[in-house]
């Protein structure tokens, strides 16, 4: 089985990216391969380019998608909302309509933020999203983790055990929703 994970943060030290290492290395104990995907290269979604000859690094995030068996977005909250450059990357995987790299593609959602919010209204509309992409998402308590800047390291590792345990049943649940519809 394999899950990519794409981070709505561009930022190098990002903690949404952190957090998906973090589950990259818990999905990787249950022996799922997990690849975080960069879509910093995505250019600005532009229909005139949404034809049979799309930017080289669409048809590279449209393939990941394909092979992959579920998707683990990790998102900052910028506004009440998600970062303009994951919605640009999902506008890109959902064309054409019905028939997308996201069409069907189960995936689980997490979040990480410095506010005491944890990215909650981030996680709502890219819930929002994704159900008008088609694709299924895990149902499950939200992975919220709020301020994160007090969770991590300075070397970028999650320090907090309780974080790190509650972020582990979320990936180990996530992975045995991804083998259910797999085996149907």
């Known amino acids: 089985m394999k899950i990519l994970g794409i981070s709505g943060s561009l930022r190098a030290g990002s903690f949404n990216t952190a957090l998906l290492k973090v589950a990259a290395e818990l999905a990787q104990k ?27 690094a669409v048809v590279k995030f449209n393939a990941a998608i394909k092979n992959a068996d579920g998707l683990l977005f990790s998102t900052p909250e910028y506004n009440y909302s998600i970062p303009g450059v994951l919605k640009n990357a999902i506008d890109w995987a959902s064309r054409p309509g019905f028939n ?30 994704l159900f008008g992409t088609l694709s299924p998402v895990y149902l499950a308590p939200e992975f919220l983790l709020a301020s994160a800047h007090k969770a991590f390291d300075e070397n970028g590792k999650l320090a907090d055990q309780k974080t790190a345990e509650f972020l582990d049943k979320y990936i ?7 083998n259910t519809i797999k085996n149907n």
């Open 30 to 56: 249950a022996g799922v391969k997990f690849e975080i995907y960069d879509i910093s290269d995505i250019p600005f979604y532009n229909s005139d380019l949404d034809a049979d000859n799309k930017p080289d």
């Open 100 to 129: 997308a790299a996201l069409t069907k593609k189960p995936c689980g959602i997490v979040s990480a933020s410095m506010s005491s919010l944890g990215g909650a209204r981030a996680q709502i509309h890219l819930r929002d999203i």
């Open 172 to 178: 180990q649940g996530y992975v045995g929703w991804l």
